[in-house]
């Protein structure tokens, strides 16, 4: 059974950083392109950032470049998810979900990625 764990969310000061983890298991991590996911109340879920299986590329959303670092480690099956600077409008539900190795193109399509995390709420005040 395949589970994706997120975790370190919380709430923090405009300008504050906070490094989110997903840890997964029953899945063969290292074929997995992993995406960053977010949702925000009222609004529809947007992909934040992704790293393809291999390691690269990398992308992000342009509202979250240079402020928002994704990296893997293969050996502990963990995605995360560095974020600085953060900003009142970075407030929302964080989800991390997996795509089994495909084409590069595809990383950036929600609808491509077949495993999902439960979220950790990342609440940030002005």
């Known amino acids: 059974q395949v589970q994706l764990v997120e975790s370190g969310g919380g709430l923090v000061q405009a300008g504050d950083s906070l490094r989110l983890s997903c840890q997964a298991s029953?899945?063969?991590?290292?074929?997995?392109?992993m995406g960053w996911f977010r949702q925000a109340p009222g609004k529809e879920r947007e992909m934040v950032a992704a790293?393809?299986?291999?390691?690269?590329?990398?992308w992000y959303v342009d509202s979250v470049k240079g402020r928002f670092t994704t990296s893997r480690d293969n050996a502990k099956n963990t995605v995360y998810l560095q974020m600085n600077s953060l900003r009142p409008d970075d407030t929302a539900i964080y989800y991390c979900a997996a795509q089994y190795r495909d084409e590069i193109p595809t990383m950036t399509l929600l609808r491509r990625y077949t495993h999902w995390g439960q979220g950790t709420q990342v609440t940030v005040s002005s």
């Open positions: 790293i393809f299986w291999s390691g690269t590329p990398i």
């Open positions: 029953g899945l063969s991590f290292s074929s997995y392109t």
